[in-house]
């Protein structure tokens, strides 16, 4: 089950503490997924009736809505083509897909790229120094659902078996999925905007070791590889960094200072990461640490203003930020005017933001 945590905000000033819960509309958003599994629900192949892939754009459409140099050409290509654009990377992450992150932070654009086996299979981007005809980073839900005619199910082929893809309403106006030209593409809209926050181009297989929505299929389902404990450590470091980068990114966006990597308050936010998931519980309050401002009373944190974002069980970093801008809560923390330093723990899939200005 995909979770995400009530919205905690805690504010100090002086010795006066004002804390507040977005609780009605974050447990509104638990409901909703309150039957999705970590990578969608799944409907073994017995009980899936025959079906052929929907048919793509056509080669006219396709002219029409994607630039000819767009980074969607990039999927499927060698990674010398990636260089050859961006040059070499600022640092490589390891994903749990099978492939590794290659992290482009440019001056008003962020791009990650996913490379396996030297080939790209995967690119996530905010930004707007970017060829991604039509989509351009602020554009409506409205414009792009008209243009495109947005699908609650996306059926198709890979290494002869069949999935399709079920996104529910709530999926289909957060970040409902196309398919070009063999390609898939992810929006993610910022409801309280009604646009375009984030696009993220991916293959077939991908996607489907993804599994961001329910799916039925038939044949095998594809699953990334296990990761040894050492792999996870390395993919929990480059989500937190990932993190950090992308709500920044927002920031920007919305004319918003960046924020600081605070290296004291990540241990804090590790801590209750990993607390949650081996205690097996999910919560703002720790049952052995308790609060926020407990846990950064116990790592000598003073500061003035405190806040705390939590998710769990989404499918990285990109998929977790995205979900926080669309809760009241959590967007409260996120686009806060007044925080200046951030502390990132992902243990797993489980994910903690803390938030603070210090003395």
């Known amino acids: ?187 993610y809209f910022d409801t309280f905007t009604q646009s375009l926050s984030g696009i993220r181009y991916l293959d077939g297989k991908t996607l489907v070791k993804h599994r961001p929505y329910s799916v039925v299929y038939r044949g095998e389902l594809i699953e990334p590889k296990q990761l040894t404990e050492q792999e996870w450590r390395q993919v929990e470091s480059g989500s937190s960094k990932q993190i950090l980068d992308i709500t920044n990114e927002i920031r920007k966006r919305h004319q918003l200072g960046e924020l600081e990597w605070d290296e004291e308050t990540s241990i804090v936010a590790y801590q209750h990461s990993e607390d949650m998931k081996v205690n097996d519980y999910f919560s703002h309050t720790s049952p052995m640490y308790g609060e926020l401002k407990d846990r950064l009373k116990k790592q000598g944190i003073f500061y003035q203003l405190a806040g705390e974002n939590i998710a769990a069980k989404y499918v990285d970093s990109i998929a977790v930020v995205e979900g926080w801008l669309n809760s009241e809560g959590h967007r409260v923390n996120l686009l806060h005017e007044d925080f200046t330093h951030l502390g990132v723990g992902v243990y797993e899939r489980y994910y903690t933001q803390n938030f603070i200005t210090p003395w």
């Open 1 to 187: 089950m995909r979770k995400i945590g009530y919205g905690l905000f805690f504010i100090f000033f002086f010795l006066a503490i004002t804390l507040f819960y977005a609780f009605f509309m974050d447990k509104l958003l638990q409901n909703e997924n309150e039957n999705a599994l970590i990578k969608g629900d799944i409907v073994e192949e017995d009980e899936l009736p025959f079906f052929v892939p929907q048919p793509e754009l056509s080669a006219e459409q396709n002219d029409t809505y994607l630039h000819e140099d767009g980074l969607h050409k990039l999927i499927g290509k060698d990674v010398d083509s990636l260089v050859q654009l961006y040059g070499e990377p600022s640092r490589v992450d390891l994903s749990a897909y099978d492939y590794e992150w290659w992290i482009y932070p440019k001056e008003n654009s962020y791009i990650q790229v996913g490379v396996e086996n030297d080939r790209i299979v995967t690119i996530y981007f905010i930004g707007n120094d970017l060829l991604a005809a039509p989509f351009i980073i602020g554009q409506t839900y409205e414009e792009l659902e008209k243009m495109f005619q947005f699908r609650e199910q996306v059926s198709f082929n890979v290494l002869n078996n069949s999935y399709q893809f079920n996104l529910s309403e709530d999926e289909l106006s957060t970040r409902p999925l196309l398919q070009v030209d063999q390609i898939f593409i992810q929006l």
